[in-house]
């Protein structure tokens, strides 16, 4: 079946709520076969992840209280954009350097990630850097976290364990250790 035939056409929205990181919409939409359906959407302004890798292979990591899911996990560095229009990549580097207190030379892009694309059109890109410099975090007045140095074998295994169970970071963990895998190759 050609794309074109599975795409869902919007005939109709009304904002749900409009709250500070959260837009919530519902809107009425027409199916492939002509009949109608509701989805309720969550619209973000859009995201970054990083996999910051020291040179000795060790990956920097938070440890986190998360919420809405009453724990404690454990994410590589992330944020959301200040606007849909802000570049990417300066995300990245300012949440990195907020968060961690980390700069770096080699900057990868390793693609987008959404999370939840049945409800939420939330985009992160995620990235892998390398050749790292330390500083001091700059963390929000809202924001604790903890920065820990993991190998980034033992990050994998617990990725495959489920230790690791923020999505994000499973995704992008994963790809990073591929991508370094094939520059150790072609070295």
Aim: hydrophobic residues 35%.
């Amino acid at each position: 079946m050609e794309e074109r035939k599975l795409r869902e056409m919007q005939v109709g929205s009304e904002e749900i709520f409009d709250g500070v990181i959260l837009h919530v919409m519902r809107d009425q939409v027409q199916l492939p076969n002509g009949h109608r359906s509701i989805r309720e959407v969550i619209r973000h302004v859009g995201a970054v992840c990083v996999v910051p890798v020291t040179a000795d292979g060790k990956v920097v990591v938070e440890r986190q209280y998360r919420y809405p899911i009453d724990q404690v996990i454990t994410e590589i560095p992330a944020g959301k954009l200040d606007s849909k229009e802000e570049d990417r990549l300066h995300a990245a580097k300012r949440e990195l350097m907020e968060e961690t207190g980390i700069t770096g030379d080699t900057w990868t892009d390793m693609g987008l990630y959404y999370g939840a694309p049945a409800y939420s059109d939330e985009k992160i890109t995620m990235y892998l850097v390398q050749d790292l410099h330390m500083g001091q975090q700059h963390l929000d007045e809202d924001e604790f976290l903890n920065v820990e140095f993991v190998p980034m074998e033992e990050l994998v295994e617990e990725i495959l364990s489920g230790k690791i169970t923020d999505g994000k970071t499973q995704a992008a963990i994963l790809k990073a250790s591929m991508l370094m895998k094939k520059q150790n190759r072609a070295e």
